[in-house]
């Protein structure tokens, strides 16, 4: 992975709030992180699409939603940097980390 490239798809609030959330639950769906974010569907996939083509997120498709996960063969060293950037600023995604809890911890989903 280019550390150019990599942090050119981080340079944008949307990519960065989802990577940040996608990290810390391990796995979301487009519907859950449009509750969080309080975006639309076209413009969350529109930025989690851009993540995965950078080679940042794997997405895999359930019915009609798709559930995204950190790429596995990302490179150790964008994986600290993703665990450290949430680590170190959690009042950067916490309004949005509690709105995606609430989706996940209920028996309905978001979706």
């Given at each position: 992975m280019d550390p150019c490239k990599f942090y050119k798809c981080l340079a944008d609030d949307t990519r960065l709030k989802s990577l940040l959330l996608i990290n810390t639950v391990n796995e979301?769906?487009?519907?859950?992180?449009?509750?969080?974010?309080?975006?639309?569907?076209p413009k969350i996939s529109r930025h989690l699409a851009e993540?995965?083509?950078?080679?940042?997120?794997?997405d895999?498709?359930?019915?009609?939603?798709?559930?995204?996960?950190?790429?596995?063969?990302?490179?150790?060293?964008?994986?600290?940097?993703?665990?450290?950037?949430?680590n170190h600023n959690s009042d950067?995604?916490?309004?949005?980390?509690?709105?995606?809890n609430v989706c996940l911890s209920t028996t309905e989903t978001c979706c």
């Amino acid at each position: 992975m280019d550390p150019c490239k990599f942090y050119k798809c981080l340079a944008d609030d949307t990519r960065l709030k989802s990577l940040l959330l996608i990290n810390t639950v391990n796995e979301a769906c487009v519907c859950d992180l449009m509750a969080a974010l309080e975006l639309d569907q076209p413009k969350i996939s529109r930025h989690l699409a851009e993540l995965r083509k950078c080679g940042i997120l794997l997405d895999e498709r359930r019915g009609k939603w798709v559930y995204y996960k950190l790429h596995p063969s990302l490179p150790t060293w964008a994986k600290n940097v993703i665990e450290q950037t949430a680590n170190h600023n959690s009042d950067y995604h916490k309004d949005a980390l509690t709105k995606l809890n609430v989706c996940l911890s209920t028996t309905e989903t978001c979706c």
